[in-house]
């Protein structure tokens, strides 16, 4: 891969050489942000990462990271419509932020965290309690809609016709038609958190907080569960055009094939990035290239191809702080490492 070959020329170190300093920490910025890293996404040429402060820092809009006071306390969500920040905190704040600051208050709910956003094309959505709220614009009302227990995760599909929300006892799929929206219970017993799509829209993925990723084929309700994680599945991420899903959870990156009908039906995984006992907390995978950069419990970052016979790059030392975010801008020209101790790493590949 045309990246990995960049970094390992510019002084990436392999496994076996983790003491020695690395091409992102010589060349990039390191912050310490006072509070642990709760999330990040990327849009335009940048990337914003929210804090356990409630600051929200805005990083390749300026010479410095630009930031931001949003939320009172935690930052507990975040998204992006493509030209801001959608923002959610346990302040029971929703807002939209952008790179110069402008903060506008889109709803508050009180005592209620903002536990949940989502956004696509033309539609934004957050979720405090048992209820999601679904706007078409800001001067509109939202649509309520309501579900058995506390949301875990929002999703919407690219043409922005289906949403997914997660709860106990599996997903509520709504689609859209002629501007109504109905419901579809996809159940499976157990707490579901973070969901997605997959790129082509076939299957639908949630992470589980029983240590499991379970998956629907969304053309016949067929379902599928991928248990004996370790450790809970904390991060995901869309590999390739094949493509492959990276996951956390294990003393290895595991990529579950997607590539056929059925995808990971009756298939074995891909294992990568095995650093002994270390468990992988956060991946990021890129999208047209079967790599994942995977972030370790103890604060390691590593570029990692899938081949089980290659070896990973080293791009971050140990540090002792749990890896929580690795965000890659959109044309993967910079990307953000963030952990649990609030230590950033913005770095240009």
């Known amino acids: 891969m045309q990246d990995k070959i960049a970094l390992s020329a510019l002084g990436g170190s392999s496994l076996g050489h983790e003491a020695e300093e690395t091409y992102l920490e010589s060349r990039g910025i390191s912050l310490k942000m006072g509070a642990s890293v709760t999330g990040a996404v990327s849009f335009g040429q940048g990337v914003a990462a929210g804090f356990g402060s409630g600051e929200i820092a805005f990083f390749g809009f300026d010479d410095e990271p630009v930031l931001v006071q949003a939320h009172e306390s935690v930052v507990l969500c975040l998204t992006t419509d493509g030209e801001s920040v959608l ?13 110069d600051g402008n903060i506008v208050e889109i709803a508050t709910f009180g005592t209620k965290w903002v536990d949940c956003v989502g956004a ?15 706007w078409f614009d800001e001067k509109s009302s939202p649509i309520l809609l309501e579900h058995p227990s506390t949301v875990g995760g929002i999703a919407f599909d690219e043409r922005s016709k289906q949403m997914a929300v997660t709860h106990y006892g599996g997903v509520t799929l709504w689609e859209q038609k002629n501007g109504q929206w109905t419901s579809l219970l996809l159940p499976w017993k157990g707490v579901h958190g973070a969901v997605d799509f997959s790129p082509d829209g076939r299957f639908l993925i949630t992470l589980m907080q ?62 990568i990035g095995r650093r002994g006992e270390q468990v992988v907390t956060c991946v990021r995978a890129f999208s047209s290239d079967n790599a994942v950069l995977a972030g370790y419990r103890d604060g390691a970052v590593f570029l990692c191809e899938l081949d089980e016979s290659d070896e990973a790059v ?15 801008t959109c044309s993967c020209s910079h990307m953000l490492i ?5 230590c950033v790493v913005w770095a240009s590949l």
């Open 87 to 99: 923002s959610g905190g346990d302040d029971g704040r929703f807002l939209r932020v952008t790179p």
């Open 120 to 134: 696509a094309q033309g539609l934004f959505a957050c979720s405090s309690g048992r209820t999601v709220y679904l």
């Open 210 to 271: 029983e240590n499991a990723v379970h998956i629907w084929r969304l053309t016949d309700g067929a379902d599928l569960e991928m248990s004996g994680y370790p450790k809970k599945v904390k991060s995901f991420s869309w590999m390739g055009e094949t493509p492959y899903l990276a996951t956390s959870g294990a003393d290895e990156v595991i990529c579950w094939p997607f590539d056929g009908k059925d995808g990971p039906l009756r298939r074995a995984p891909v294992c």
């Open 314 to 328: 080293i791009l971050r030392r140990p540090t002792g702080a749990e890896v929580t975010v690795i965000a890659l």
């Open 338 to 342: 963030g952990d649990a101790a609030g």
